[in-house]
């Protein structure tokens, strides 16, 4: 009998958060990372995760977050179904609680990527099975898992780097801010006034992990020396109607060969895509030599791997 059909009473261990997992767990999820990926390079077969299913909830359309869960899943010898809100609802045809309960009887996994945090938070609660945060408002853990996992290939040192955050203090940038509290890389956020992420994320990260946080508003000041340069769409799903309006205020938060040569010689360059060439990043340094940004594509697929057999082995 599945661990689904089973229906487990106690609550399934869950990732909505990097602060989820302790150090030590991020650094063993890197380590697994890594071993699947060669093996897979390898050209090995996996059996890992057989006959186990993950359902797939898609409130907001990716082609990263689809393409990697599903091909993971296979490349680990399980499967996945995806769902829309045309098919549940969440919400409003049916409550979290009730789905997350059906979805417990059918499936050994749940990934949703959705608008609300509280959404993922109500159905990790609910549902008897992992339930995995593939991206909320308020958070992204599995793209800043990539994100280190693909700056320690890298050879930087998560202990010692610095990481320099550029343009809105989005969900990837909160993802950044917690994985602070875990490692002790210094992490630069510079972000116009009034787009700083929520007071309570930086605080928090600030009380953890102290002088480490710092906040800049001068993009080239910021960029000195550092290891690592990061940015992201100015505008987020959901603020397409402030687009226009966001590239005045961010102009001056760019990402072009100004900028990097602030860096340090032997600085990457890390966007989580799509990108907007030309607004937040121009094309000489997204297809440059310090870019890393396909690689951090690519690794989307092997930390979550990692991430999937932890929470459904």
């Not at 999820?29 to 059996?47: F, I």
């Not at 001068?218 to 590239?247: C, F, L």
Request: one cysteine or more; hydrophobic letters at 40%; charged letters at 25%.
């Amino acid at each position: 009998m599945t661990s689904a059909s089973a229906c487990a009473k106690k609550p399934a261990r869950s990732l909505l958060s990097i602060r989820d997992f302790t150090r030590v767990e991020i650094q063993e999820l890197m380590t697994l990372a890594a071993k699947k990926k060669r093996e897979l390079k390898e050209g090995s077969v996996s059996t890992d995760l057989a006959g186990k299913i993950l359902g797939l909830i898609f409130h907001k359309p990716s082609l990263r977050t689809k393409v990697s869960f599903e091909a993971g899943m296979a490349q680990l010898g399980g499967s996945s179904i995806y769902l829309t809100d045309k098919e549940i609802g969440l919400g409003q045809r049916e409550s979290v609680g009730d789905v997350a309960k059906v979805l417990s009887r059918y499936v050994d996994g749940i990934m949703i990527r959705t608008f609300s945090h509280s959404i993922a938070v109500d159905l990790a609660r609910e549902a008897s099975i992992p339930v995995i945060n593939g991206l909320t408002d308020l958070l992204h853990p599995c793209q800043v898992l990539a994100d280190m996992f693909t700056a320690f290939e890298k050879g930087k040192n998560l202990d010692s780097m610095t990481v320099l955050f550029i343009g809105d203090g989005n969900n990837v940038c909160n993802s950044w801010l917690n994985a602070a509290t875990r490692f002790k890389f210094t992490l630069r956020v510079c972000v116009p006034e009034g787009h700083e992420p929520p007071p309570e994320i930086m605080g928090t990260a600030a009380k953890e992990a102290g002088s480490r946080i710092e906040l800049h508003r001068e993009p080239i000041k910021a960029a000195e020396g550092v290891d690592v340069i990061y940015t992201d769409t100015w505008a987020s799903m959901g603020q397409e109607k402030e687009a226009e309006e966001r590239k005045k205020i961010f102009a001056n938060f760019r990402v072009d060969d100004r900028l990097v040569a602030a860096a340090r010689p032997d600085c990457i360059v890390m966007h989580c895509l799509p990108a907007h060439r030309g607004d937040e990043i121009t094309d000489s340094v997204i297809d440059g030599p310090r870019s890393v940004v396909f690689d951090e594509a690519e690794n989307r697929l092997h930390i979550q791997k990692a991430v999937l057999l932890k929470l459904m082995s």
